[in-house]
């Protein structure tokens, strides 16, 4: 991955032992670093993909809201979390520069609460409450925790314009981060799904044993080997959740400990003094970034709808009852696995040319999901390909926007300190996009009529759960990729971009 990332290096520097930038006397980013910063990105990933694959299915059969009321959850947490993203990167972008630096403040002071309350979020209040009030906890916990998460990851990704190095040292980090971001979805996942997948299969297979038999009035009843299995289903939940802020933890604390901030040549005032409104007007009058921006929305959108509904999917749909969360170990693994082969082939053919390559493999497994019913080995080829695609969807978003972050630079000489607008908003529509997706999901099947502890849902919902596995997504995705081919940015015009910065940058360091 290093060497991939580095092949735009500036040559011949001296080397003094630390192998200097040619015209800028500053070593290169050390390995150590990027391993440091890559592990800071757990957290995100750790939680995110968690909280995509299984709060659906949690809040829909663990704690059997509605349909509607779920939904409404998942939606309004999402939108929550989309727009107080913003807002957090104008108050970053305004935070003094303190002795640690001005983005490790943020990452340390919101960790412990991030934690506290993610717990919270998988913890199932008592049945004997009404639905209003698991709701709101489940609501005003999702919404809070976002928050938290948003003051770590804002300033977490903003970081990388301020690692010190040249561009194509922040490449390699980047790749370094991107890998790690599988790794931990893989680790996250696998640590989830272990411990609560085959809970879900035992309700499944009670329901079926029970076959229909036992009255809707009875299932409340403590005795019940559905509500024993729901229990320990419930705590499973709570069990997975204090191991992966145990992680969360950690990693927050290898970040703060291993990496120290790097003012950046150009950024030579520590607060942006520009207003929020211009700020916000400025960037998105920039047409690569709003095409970039429109894009990824679409594609995220796609992708994070399969993944939202996927386990709901493989219960309910495809008759893989507790499979799903060996499925999802399948597509991670391979996601990771193919991480340094996306690197590779973007250094050699573009990214642009990546995004339409890697994004479009999903389409056809997306065909064959929908199409095969109880086989597990075929959903098991099918993830190869999904997590190949998968892949670079993680690399490709956090790879492109420097090269448009550099164009806005170039044209726009007199706006400094941006950085985390740029990242912040691109965090914002990866958010939304996602938010959407699961709202619109589960919000179909509540008009069609899914009802929780229900053994067989009707063939309605089934239908559903099939549109959602497969022609929404590529619609969505057909359109994302539509609006890449008007993207300007590319192989040649990024590396033209590449040599003014440069350029631009040496008697700027000298005046400094």
């Known amino acids: 991955m290093q060497q991939a990332s580095q092949t735009d290096a500036a040559p ?38 968690i909280i995509s694959f299984f709060l659906q299915i949690f809040l829909l059969d663990v704690v059997q809201l509605d349909p509607f009321w779920a939904s409404s959850v998942i939606f309004i947490g999402r939108a929550w ?21 001005k983005l490790i403040p943020w990452v340390l002071g919101s960790t412990p609460f991030g934690v506290l309350l993610y717990c919270l979020l998988w913890f199932t209040l008592s049945d004997t409450l009404p639905t209003s009030w698991k709701f709101f906890w489940h609501l005003i916990t999702y919404c809070v925790f976002q928050t938290c998460l948003s003051c770590y990851h804002v300033p977490y990704t903003s970081m990388t314009m301020f690692l010190g190095g040249s561009r194509s040292d922040r490449d390699s980090a980047t790749a370094y981060r991107m890998g790690m971001e599988v790794l931990s979805s893989l680790i996250g996942t696998s640590i989830q799904g272990l411990i609560v997948g085959r809970y879900h299969a035992s309700i499944t297979l009670n329901c079926q044993a ?4 036992l009255p809707n009035e009875t299932m409340g009843n403590s005795t019940s080997p559905l509500t024993d299995t729901l229990e320990n289903t419930r705590m499973a939940y709570l069990t997975a959740a204090v191991i992966i802020g145990s992680i969360y933890c950690f990693s927050c604390a290898v970040l703060v400990l291993g990496v120290k901030e790097q003012q950046e040549p150009f950024s030579i005032l520590d607060q942006s003094r520009l207003p929020f409104v211009y700020s916000l007007f400025t960037i998105m009058g920039h047409r690569p ?7 990824f929305l679409f594609v995220s959108m796609a992708f ?37 082969f996306w690197q590779w082939f973007l250094g050699k053919f573009g990214k642009k040319n990546a995004a339409f390559v890697g994004l479009s493999l999903i389409i056809p497994a997306f065909i064959i999901l929908v199409q095969v019913t109880h086989s597990f080995i075929t959903f098991a080829l099918t993830m190869i390909l999904v997590g190949c695609s998968t892949a670079s969807l993680f690399l490709l978003p956090w790879s492109m926007l420097p090269d448009a ?8 000489p007199s706006c400094q300190n941006l950085e985390v607008f740029f990242y912040s908003f691109y965090i914002f529509v990866n958010k939304f996009g996602g938010g959407l997706a699961l709202g ?9 009529g899914y009802q929780a502890g229900n053994c067989e849902p009707n063939p309605l919902v089934k239908l559903i759960l099939r549109v959602l596995m497969a022609p929404v997504p590529i619609t969505l995705l057909i359109t994302g990729l539509t609006i890449f081919c ?8 990024r590396k033209e971009n590449r040599a003014k910065m440069e350029a631009a940058r040496d008697p700027l360091c000298q005046r400094l």
């Not at 979390?81 to 630096?101: F, N």
């Not at 008007?486 to 015009?493: A, K, L, S």
């Open 304 to 340: 994070q709808m399969a993944q939202g509904i996927f386990a709901f999917f493989c219960t309910h749909a495809a008759g893989l009852t507790g499979s799903f969360q060996y499925l999802v170990l399948i597509l991670l693994v391979v996601a990771s696995l193919t991480i340094p």
């Open 486 to 493: 008007f993207y300007p940015i590319d192989e040649e015009r």
């Open 12 to 49: 011949g520097g001296p080397d003094s032992g630390g192998r200097k930038l040619e015209g800028q006397g500053k070593p290169r980013l050390p390995t150590s670093r990027k391993i440091c910063y890559a592990l800071g990105s757990a957290p995100y990933q750790l939680t995110g993909n």
């Open 81 to 101: 979390d989309s727009v107080s993203d913003p807002i957090i990167g104008y108050l970053v972008s305004k935070s003094p520069r303190r002795k640690c630096g």
């Open 440 to 448: 619109i999901s589960t919000l179909s099947l509540h008009f069609a």
């Open 289 to 295: 970034y709003t095409l970039l921006l429109s894009g």
């Open 405 to 412: 972050m550099d164009d806005f630079q170039l044209k726009n």
């Open 210 to 213: 029970l076959n229909g038999s």
